[in-house]
């Protein structure tokens, strides 16, 4: 439970990052965006609030994103879809202003094989 540590981001060669179902509360830190080798991020179940830092597009060999089950508010970042490596994406069951970006939906834009906008609006 609590906030996860900011210096989780100091693990520079962290490729696998799964911290869901922990209880987990706060805004996500944008230190995360260091990782540069993380493959996968798994945040997903927690109680995560804020928005989604725009420092996690500089993760660019990040192939899934789990965000899903949390309380995260504001837009989704269209940067997200500029993630090179990204083919798994879930976001459902948060709390998200705004329209879901364009580029999330075009397949012709993207190349994930998952993507999970369930109670998004």
Do not use: W
């Not at 260091?34 to 493959?39: A, H, K, S, Y």
């Not at 090179?84 to 879930?90: K, T």
Request: aromatic share 4%.
């Amino acid at each position: 439970t609590g906030a996860i540590p900011s210096e989780f981001g100091n693990l520079a060669e962290l490729k696998y990052l799964s911290v869901n179902r922990n209880q987990f509360t706060g805004e996500i830190p944008p230190e995360l965006g260091n990782l540069g080798n993380l493959e996968q991020l798994r945040l997903d179940n927690n109680g995560f609030t804020g928005k989604i830092p725009l420092e996690l597009v500089d993760l660019t060999k990040l192939e899934q994103l789990h965000l899903d089950g949390n309380q995260l508010s504001g837009m989704i970042p269209a940067e997200l879809i500029n993630l090179p490596e990204l083919a798994v994406l879930y976001l459902s069951s948060n709390e998200f202003t705004g329209c879901v970006p364009a580029g999330l939906l075009d397949v012709a834009d993207n190349d994930l094989d998952e993507l999970d906008l369930e109670a998004c609006p």
